[in-house]
Each structure stands twice: as C-alpha cells, then as structure tokens.
C-alpha cells in the first residue's frame, strides 16, 4: 500500500524557519521525483519545489526561491523541505508528491497534507 505521510506543518511566525518531512512506503522510491505542493485557502494547488531521481536537479517556485530547501534521502525513503524566512502569504496546506514512470506509465501519489500556518 502506497503512503506519503507528510509531518512538521504547525503555526510559527514570520521570519521564522520549519522543516517538513514526507515518509514514503509501498513503492520505489529512488525511482521517482518527489515535489512538494501547497494549497492556500481559496487558490489552487501550486507547486513549490522539486528534486529528481537522484537529487540529480531541483526546481522551485519564484516566490520561494532563496528560502526553501527541498531534499532527498533514498535510504530513508524520505524527503524533506527546509522553510526560510516564512511570510504569511507562505500559509497553506502542504502536500507531498512522488510522480514517477513504472512500465512506460506515469504514476502519482498524494500525501494528505500538513497545514503551515504563518502569523504573528
């Protein structure tokens, strides 16, 4: 069985720092690029940041650029999110995402979320 647990969200305040984690289990996790999405209230699903199979690369969303971290840890089947400098407009759910190809076929997964909350 396929989870994403996502862990750390909590209520800090701006300027502060927080780290999330995501622990993957019931498929193979080198095998996939993992990403971290948030949802604010209101708004779509965006994503924030990406790394490869690997670690090989790593993308981030302009507005987080400078302040967030995302990492990898193949041995542990994790992946991590290191916040800067949070901003209010930084509050949101956060949701981890493995997207990988098995037999030439995309597949998907979706942790349920860990509410980041940033306000003084």
């Known amino acids: 069985q396929v989870q994403l647990v996502e862990s750390g969200g909590g209520l800090v305040q701006p300027g502060e720092s927080l780290t999330l984690s995501c622990a993957a289990s019931?498929?193979?996790?080198?095998?996939?690029?993992m990403s971290w999405y948030r949802q604010a209230p209101g708004k779509e699903r965006e994503l924030v940041a990406r790394i490869g199979i690997g670690g090989s690369s790593t993308n981030y969303a302009d507005s987080v650029k400078g302040r967030f971290t995302i990492s990898r840890d193949d041995a542990k089947n994790s992946v991590s999110l290191q916040m800067g400098s949070l901003k209010p407009e930084d509050t949101a759910v956060y949701y981890c995402n493995a997207w990988g190809l098995v037999l030439f076929r995309s597949r998907e997964y979706w942790g349920q979320g860990t509410q980041v909350t940033v306000s003084s």
């Open positions: 019931g498929f193979t996790f080198s095998n996939y690029a």
